[in-house]
């Protein structure tokens, strides 16, 4: 079997892992400092990368200050937000569900952003997928009151809001980032996102990094296998014109994080939960199909 053939699975499921990894750093680091370390170590193996393979390098202010304003959304403000909310208690699974939020907001905004108009089975879509993730939420806040809900409700509150940092930073690049070597531009992006997190390690809550073996093995796999393989992936793929079958399998990531997160820490998989998850891919699925126009 080729690569070309799972690559677009495979693109799924290493980062469906990208919301394990956090839970296990949390035991040893802060959520700030730790991504600081992830992005200025993915920036220094891009740089190497580049080096090696003699990747061109952007010599355009505007189109760098893009690629760093692209990366500060992307990277910075909702792979902060989500590491974050995660670090202070939300389960993985959840955040998974949440996750779906991204295509939901983006199809939602589209009418108004890009003259798209929606179908009605893209309405039903967005409804249903918003209510999906209504219903996966209802055991995170059950029984709960007072200061212990507002304990709770903050760190999901952050979660929700940082996937404004991924719709954003998707629509910005694909409307500033048009060009150069995704490589070398996966450097500046990088810098963009250290610009977000780096100042929240120094002068945010006190930053913990204790460094040993679970640890180096959490920053290594989010390093090498997240930031790096990942884009080897997404450049393969596009290369291979794959990059659709990728997008196509995205509604696949909730339930995804949820079956991972019940097999490597032992989250439960309520009947609420999958139910939710349920009706969050079916609401995604819907709301991802193209109207059918007359030939």
């Known amino acids: 079997m080729s690569l070309e053939r799972f690559a677009p699975a495979l693109f799924?499921?290493?980062?469906?892992?990208?919301?394990?990894?956090?839970?296990?750093?949390?035991?040893?680091?802060?959520a700030e400092a730790?991504?600081?370390?992830?992005?200025?170590?993915?920036?220094?193996?891009?740089?190497?990368?580049?080096?090696?393979?003699?990747a061109p390098w952007e010599r355009r202010p505007r189109a760098i200050g893009h690629a760093i304003v692209s990366g500060a959304l992307l990277?910075?403000?909702?792979?902060?937000?989500?590491?974050?909310?995660?670090?202070?208690?939300v389960p993985a699974s959840i955040s998974g569900v949440i996750a779906a939020l991204q295509p939901l907001m983006t199809a939602s905004i589209a009418p108004w952003m890009v003259g798209e108009r929606l179908s009605r089975l893209q309405v039903v879509g967005l409804v249903l997928g918003f209510a999906g993730i209504i219903v996966a939420l209802l055991?995170?806040?059950?029984?709960?009151?007072?200061?212990?809900?507002?304990?709770?409700a903050v760190p999901v509150a952050i979660n929700i809001a940082a996937m404004s940092g991924a719709v954003l930073g998707t629509l910005y690049q694909k409307r500033f980032v048009t060009s150069g070597d995704m490589r070398t531009n996966a450097v500046w992006q990088y810098a963009g996102a250290l610009l977000i997190v780096l100042p929240l390690a120094?002068?945010?809550?006190?930053?913990?990094?204790?460094?040993?073996?679970?640890?180096?093995l959490a920053l290594g796999w989010s390093v090498l296998v997240l930031s790096m393989a990942g884009?080897?992936?997404?450049?393969?793929?596009?290369?291979?014109?794959?990059v659709s079958r990728a997008a196509s399998l995205i509604y696949l990531m909730p339930p995804a994080v949820a079956i991972e997160?019940?097999?490597?820490?032992?989250?439960?998989?309520?009947?609420?939960?999958?139910?939710?998850?349920?009706i969050v891919v079916i609401g995604v699925w819907l709301a991802g199909r193209k109207p059918q126009t007359a030939s």
């Not at 997160?261 to 349920?278: K, W």
């Open 12 to 30: 799924v499921l290493l980062w469906s892992s990208g919301w394990i990894v956090p839970v296990y750093a949390a035991r040893h680091s802060t």
């Open 34 to 54: 730790f991504l600081s370390v992830r992005f200025a170590c993915a920036a220094a193996c891009f740089i190497l990368l580049a080096l090696v393979m003699r």
């Open 75 to 89: 990277h910075g403000l909702y792979l902060g937000g989500v590491w974050w909310a995660i670090f202070h208690g």
């Open 139 to 152: 055991p995170t806040f059950e029984g709960l009151s007072g200061d212990l809900f507002i304990d709770r």
């Open 202 to 216: 120094i002068f945010g809550e006190p930053a913990r990094f204790d460094f040993g073996l679970e640890l180096a």
């Open 231 to 242: 884009v080897a992936l997404l450049l393969y793929m596009i290369g291979r014109g794959q």
């Open 261 to 278: 997160s019940f097999i490597f820490l032992g989250e439960p998989l309520a009947p609420t939960m999958i139910a939710g998850t349920v």
